[in-house]
């Protein structure tokens, strides 16, 4: 059983939205408190490179490309992080994966595809 599931990957329009969630259901929310979570994306042909992170002092950061059209939120009730992507270009498309780092470990989800085009 996987420890982080990420959904709501789909095909979208240019200019639409998605919202990805991360969940980390086998973690226990203390746990779940401490991680640094982050979420990354693999466009076809392409390096991995990261998106968005929030650390768990609530400190984010964005990538320069989708500083302004994509906010990463978390909702420590639910264990699950999430990501709100707007005005979403063809560029935005490959598989997103969501990650999870403490001093006591280094969590990947498989992903969840995302695919921008008319």
């Known amino acids: 059983q996987e420890q982080l599931v990420e959904s709501g990957g789909g095909l979208v329009q240019p200019g639409g939205s998605l919202r990805l969630s991360c969940r980390a259901a086998r973690m226990i929310t203390s746990v779940f408190w401490q991680q640094r979570l982050a979420w990354y994306r693999q466009a076809p042909g392409k390096q991995?490179?990261?998106?968005?992170?929030?650390?768990?002092?609530?400190?984010?950061d964005y990538a320069e490309s989708v500083n302004g059209r994509f906010t990463v939120s978390r909702d420590a009730s639910r264990k699950t992080m999430y990501l709100q992507m707007n005005n979403l270009r063809a560029e935005d498309t490959g598989v997103y994966y969501c990650?999870?780092?403490?001093?006591?470990?280094?969590?990947w989800g498989k992903g969840t595809q995302v695919t921008v085009a008319s």
């Open positions: 991995r490179e990261m998106v968005a992170t929030i650390d768990s002092r609530g400190n984010i």
């Open positions: 990650n999870a780092v403490s001093s006591h470990n280094d969590y």
